[in-house]
């Protein structure tokens, strides 16, 4: 499974940006897609995950309320909606895909977008 993302930037705090991330290859065997961050000298840490059906949906604490995690099957993409950005959102916005069986699972990743948020 290959995942690119786009949609990352600049913008002022109180704004609002669109990430996209597109899988390639073995999706059928994605389990669960997501969003992760990583901000300088920080651990990357997870943002929002959706399971393939839509049916579970998670959010970190500091994003709720603020960002929406959405997908197309068809289309194998999943969005991530960031309103009200804070400065703190700044990081580099990785994809992720948990791909293969429930008892072996391997964690795919894209290559990050910039979102740098100006206070």
């Known amino acids: 499974v290959h995942l690119v993302e786009s949609g990352g930037g600049l913008v002022q705090a109180g704004g609002s940006l669109r990430l996209s991330c597109v899988a390639s290859?073995?999706?059928?065997?994605?389990?669960?897609m997501g969003w992760y961050r990583q901000a300088p000298g920080k651990q990357r840490e997870m943002v929002a995950t959706?399971?393939?059906?839509?049916?579970?949906?998670n959010y970190a604490d500091s994003v709720k309320g603020r960002f929406t995690i959405s997908g197309d099957n068809a289309k194998n993409t999943i969005f991530l909606q960031m309103d009200k950005l804070e400065p703190e959102d700044t990081a580099i916005y990785y994809c992720n895909a948990f791909v293969g069986p429930s008892s072996s699972m391997m964690a795919r990743w894209g290559q990050g977008t910039q979102v740098t948020v100006s206070s």
């Open positions: 959706i399971t393939t059906d839509g049916e579970y949906i």
């Open positions: 290859g073995s999706t059928f065997s994605i389990q669960v």
